[in-house]
Nanobody, 120 residues
Framework: QVQLVESGGDSVQAGGSLRLSCVYS???????MGWFRQVPGKEREGVAA????????IYINPVKGRFTVSQDKAKNTLYLEMNSLKPDDTALYYC??????????????WGLGTQVTVSS
């Protein structure tokens, strides 16, 4: 059984930094693992993802240069380092596994999310 557990969400001021962690178990696939976010009333959107076989990351344009996704396979952990945070980054952040790029409907496994709130 695959389980994903996110942590690291918090309330910060604009310009601040956070590191999200996603500890996973039961998953050893070689497709994408990713971070998604959602605010009430809006569709879930991909933020950053990593192709686990190669380690190649992808990012949406609004977070390029500010966010970094990485994976420590020895610790079964996916990270999202977030710098220069903006109020628009406020959302519930989800970790997901076994999908394709930012196509959230393609991901098989999801965590329950961790809340990030950025105040101006």
């Amino acid at each position: 059984q695959v389980q994903l557990v996110e942590s690291g969400g918090d309330s910060v001021q604009a310009g601040g930094s956070l590191r999200l962690s996603c500890v996973y178990s039961g998953y050893a696939g070689d497709r994408y693992m990713g971070w998604f976010r959602q605010v009430p009333g809006k569709e879930r959107e991909g933020v950053a993802a990593i192709y686990t076989e190669s380690g190649l990351p992808i990012y949406i344009n609004p977070v390029k240069g500010r966010f970094t996704v990485s994976q420590d396979k020895a610790k079964n952990t996916l990270y999202l380092e977030m710098n220069s945070l903006k109020p628009d980054d406020t959302a519930l952040y989800y970790c997901a596994a076994d999908g394709v790029g930012f196509a959230h409907w393609s991901y098989k496994y999801w965590g329950l999310g961790t809340q990030v709130t950025v105040s101006s």
